[in-house]
């Protein structure tokens, strides 16, 4: 069979596009024999043709027009790694209709408009490859579409945000607080100056919403995303959590119920034998459940650019290969439904609680009381000396509705002698 | 495109074979969306179709006859579950040159034989598929050809033996003894009754030259994997390694370093922090290093009836994609070298060592000045009270050239104050 060069445009060139440059520079002869061709970058959509790259490019390739990417019938392939949603998706969408496959590492616009954009693609006979766009170097995409592909996925449950992980993974196994540990991540590089993303679980839910897309093979809205963040989480927490046999991490949750679909984000206590709870600093894992295969977990690298080129590249080879083939045959997301959301209150759910009361007589009966009174019943509880008068007490519960909980906690906060409602944490057991 | 059902011949239907009927039957309407076709099964050849099964199959699907298999051209694809290589090798040889498809569950004939018959595939321009020759049903076979296509492989790390897991773990987290723990795997269905394959290691040893194979892009030869089992690992060595901060795993370990490519399977300490350390039971896991990606895993379970068929139909669906497409784009592994293989002997490891030596005066000054002598340096040391004058010494040593470390055992060994050397182990610190 005859085999072409590959002709490549990228638009942008940033981190990851620089990462994806140096892996085809430094793998070129084995990407060549997997790709079944020659790869060619041929032009490079940028901002500023002047600004200083970690990588070499030849300023010949540079361009500030995109029509020279876009309209350039030579270009078989476009990898876009610019990010921001809005022109990337026109660039894309032109990109397509020019018959052009296309290959994103953009999580944003992925979240915001991926079905969208792979149902133009299937229309196009091409097709959208997005491994980098979640996970970093982690293979997720591609096995959940291929290697799981005889699977019911029943539950997706990751550690899918670096920044947080390392957050407090610092503050686990090293004691710091969470302002010394965000700072220690700044300046590592694994968090930004504006961390707010980050920390409130929206890049999280952002994944989230790619992957349940793919794992329950439906449309998902990020509004119905449950979305916590790890600010509330302090090292007192963390304490009690490791004496119960718990770690604590950011955890984004998909699952497919008799109702519908669950999908959220939020801090969650799991066993310590837990796999998850062995994913430490800024690794990322996904850990899936699938009704053949029972539960499988993936870990790497979340981000980065070495690790996200690696997907970038990965996905250039088998686009290589579909247009050697004269071939699409990858696109597997065509009949994404759009499922029913159950909304977080009616989940069940074990929790976390660590409160301060007064130390008198019948304080912890009241407690127990109210959570009677809704049908919460308490699974494991610490109550140490109290301390002037006052006494820290920490529960988990059984699994219950959500509202339930939130119900008894309400009547709770009410009685006089609570002081303080530290906080208020998921648990998952399995 | 018009699209044709698949036909499918079995050869053989014992645990795995009926595992993917289950999946087949079960998930058949999300297959058959991923295969891009309705798969049908054809012929199923058994040995007795009279014997009980753990699926329903139509007995006129059952056969006694390879040919109603191999010979029948309406059958496009032949999955081979029946074990053993002598037979199995025939019959895929014989499906190959009458152009059908084939995957295998068979991880012997792939480690015995992989790399001719993948050559005789591409020669009749057909496929084998072995994502279920190992692992089970954790995908290693499609993400070490595909997701990290783009790299180079450095090392593979894995613990890829469930049975030996299962005793591991019993031993450290519950405190069992080798013995205990192996007739509880028995009883629970993770040990065969004759278990040395998996406890001597050799079992882990054709996974790990199937997997190095694919990594290494490497013909590999199973005398050149060194490989050593569980059964000199006690309960003491166990506690001692939890003390310094290890866990205990037997572990496959391929790389590709400057003088050629290292393959072994053998009893390893591993940071607790590892995520290898965290797998736990009858759990799998490979630990993938790659020069872009930086280091993945992947976790699940490693053997078993529905597992193993979530593989076999994964590979299902992919071939039928190729079937329906009248392609073949499956085979890269078509420039499998003959690489040099570094002898054990010449690696550089840590060591873990236990002796029990006469408490006197110099006893151990001889010992470091024996280890001196041969420039292995130590790193750990721990000597508790002595016994009725005998003292357990343990230690660990910095990396060393593997005969270097012996070389000063032997000279230990002969010391009259030397009363036992009780075990010798390899350390991996990342």
Redesign the interface.
């Known amino acids: 069979m005859e085999r072409k060069t590959v002709k490549v445009g990228f638009l942008g060139m940033g981190t990851v596009g620089s ?1 994806t440059l140096r ?1 085809l520079e ?2 070129r002869e ?2 060549a ?2 790709a ?1 061709s020659e790869i060619e970058v041929k032009k490079i959509l940028v901002r500023n043709p002047e600004k200083q790259r970690d990588v070499d490019v030849s300023l010949e390739l540079l361009t500030t027009d995109p029509a020279e990417v876009l309209q350039d019938p030579e270009i078989d392939l476009v990898i876009e790694v610019m990010g921001g949603t809005e022109e990337a998706r026109r660039y894309i969408e032109e990109a397509l209709k020019q018959k052009k496959y296309v290959i994103t590492a953009n999580k944003d616009l992925m979240a915001a408009a991926g079905s969208e954009l792979l149902l133009q693609a299937r229309e196009c006979r091409r097709n959208i490859y997005y ?1 980098a766009s979640v996970g970093g ?3 997720l995409i ?2 959940l579409k ?7 996925i029943i539950r997706i449950m990751g550690i899918i945000n670096g920044t947080t992980n390392y957050i407090l993974t610092r503050m686990s ?1 090293y004691n710091m607080d969470f302002e010394g540990a965000l700072a220690e991540a700044q300046e590592k590089g694994f968090a930004e100056q504006d961390p707010s993303s980050d920390l409130e679980g929206r890049d999280a839910a952002y994944k989230l919403s790619i992957l349940a897309g793919l794992a329950f093979n439906s449309r998902i809205h990020i509004g119905d995303v449950y979305t916590e963040g790890i600010s509330g989480i302090s090292k007192r927490d963390i304490f009690y959590a490791s004496e119960l046999g718990f770690a604590v991490k950011l955890l984004a949750i998909g699952e497919e119920l008799p109702g519908g679909l669950a999908l959220r984000v939020h801090p969650t206590l799991i066993p310590r ?1 837990h ?1 998850l ?4 600093n800024e ?1 990322n ?1 996904l850990y899936v459940v ?12 979340g981000a ?1 650019a ?2 996200t ?6 996905d ?3 686009a290589a ?1 579909n247009i050697n ?1 004269g ?1 699409e ?1 990858g696109i ?1 997301e ?2 994404f439904q759009d499922k029913a959301v159950v909304p977080v209150e009616e989940l069940l759910s074990s929790f976390y609680l660590r409160l301060q009361a007064e130390d008198q007589p019948g304080v912890f009966a009241a407690l127990a009381t109210a959570f009677g009174e809704d049908k919460v019943s308490l699974d494991m509880i610490i109550q140490k000396r109290s301390t002037e008068g006052v006494a820290e007490i920490v529960l988990v519960t059984h699994a219950v509705e959500e509202r339930f909980f939130y119900r008894a906690l309400d009547r709770i906060k009410a009685f006089p002698t609570t002081r303080k409602i530290n906080s208020v944490f998921r648990v998952i057991e399995k």
């Open positions: 990462g892996i430094m793998n084995q990407v024999v997997k079944g491994e170097g982690i293979p591609r096995p291929h290697s799981l592909g005889a699977n019911k196994l034998t796999p709870a062995a994913v430490h690794n894992a699938g009704n053949a295969v029972g539960e499988v977990m993936f870990y790497g690298l980065g070495m690790p080129g690696s997907s970038v590249v990965a250039l080879i088998d290969r083939y071939i045959d597997m065509i009949d």
